[in-house]
């Protein structure tokens, strides 16, 4: 299946770990996002990757370090974990922006709960 | 800074009704303008896509419209069904990012 995909699914960890989540790709997108919807279910950008470079950081605490090994890969790496890191966590791709004729796909999300 | 603002935040109407979802936004150089349903709990499913160049784009019950000079689209949904019950974000793609409306959710009564 072409799609974007996130493990895991759920997390629930303590405050204080560390974590990561993980983003793939199969449809062929040179450009890779992370966005957070928090509790009010409002969607904001963090980070995006064009070709496993960083064009956009959203004035994310540097806790979150986002690593690209290749362009079909997005992961999202979060220190010290705090209760108000818990929210819902999308990864989602595209092509180029400025080829214009593509939307965006999104993953399922990542439900993190810190406790 | 592209800003998207949607109304109403939220909809109830009996099932079989029109309806009109409205999505504006400030900055209207744009690529592109994607509209998205997300059942609670879920992901993001795209529903249907406008380019720049284009007036309007249709799925089956659903029709988009935008208006890119006066930074406007809409959603048309025809014949609502209870299953159409979800949150529907407008997403305004430009340079390097795509940002979101904050939603309106929609309920269909049967």
């Known amino acids: 299946d072409t799609a974007v995909s996130q493990t895991p699914k759920y997390l629930v960890t303590q405050m204080g770990n560390d974590k990561s989540i993980k983003c793939e790709q199969n449809?062929?997108?040179?450009?890779m996002y992370w966005y957070k919807q928090d509790s009010k279910k409002f969607l904001k950008i963090m980070f995006s990757?064009?070709?496993?470079?960083?064009?956009i950081n959203e004035t994310v605490p540097n806790r979150f370090s986002p690593k690209s090994p290749d362009k079909a890969h997005l992961n999202l790496h979060i220190n010290s974990l705090e209760l108000g890191d818990s929210a819902v966590y999308f990864c989602?791709?595209?092509?180029?922006?400025?080829?214009?004729?593509?939307?965006?796909?999104f993953g399922s999300g990542t439900r993190l709960t810190v406790v | 800074k592209q800003e998207v603002t949607q109304i109403p935040a939220a909809l109830s109407v009996p099932e079989g009704e029109n309806l009109v979802l409205n999505c504006s936004f400030t900055?209207?150089?744009?690529?592109?303008l994607q509209w998205f349903r997300q059942d609670p709990g879920k992901g993001l499913t795209s529903l249907l896509l406008?380019?720049?160049?284009?007036r309007e784009q249709t799925s089956g019950r659903l029709n988009a419209s935008l208006d890119k000079s006066s930074g406007r689209s809409t959603l048309y949904i025809a014949a609502s069904q209870p299953g159409d019950s979800a949150t529907y974000l407008c997403?305004?793609?430009?340079?390097?990012?795509?940002?979101f409306g904050d939603g309106t959710t929609l309920t269909v009564k049967p």
């Open positions: 989602a791709s595209s092509h180029p922006p400025g080829q214009g004729i593509y939307g965006y796909t």
């Open positions: 449809l062929g997108h040179d450009t």
């Open positions: 990757y064009n070709n496993k470079e960083l064009i």
């Open positions: 900055d209207s150089a744009i690529y592109n």
């Open positions: 406008i380019q720049s160049s284009q």
């Open positions: 997403a305004v793609n430009g340079a390097g990012k795509s940002t």
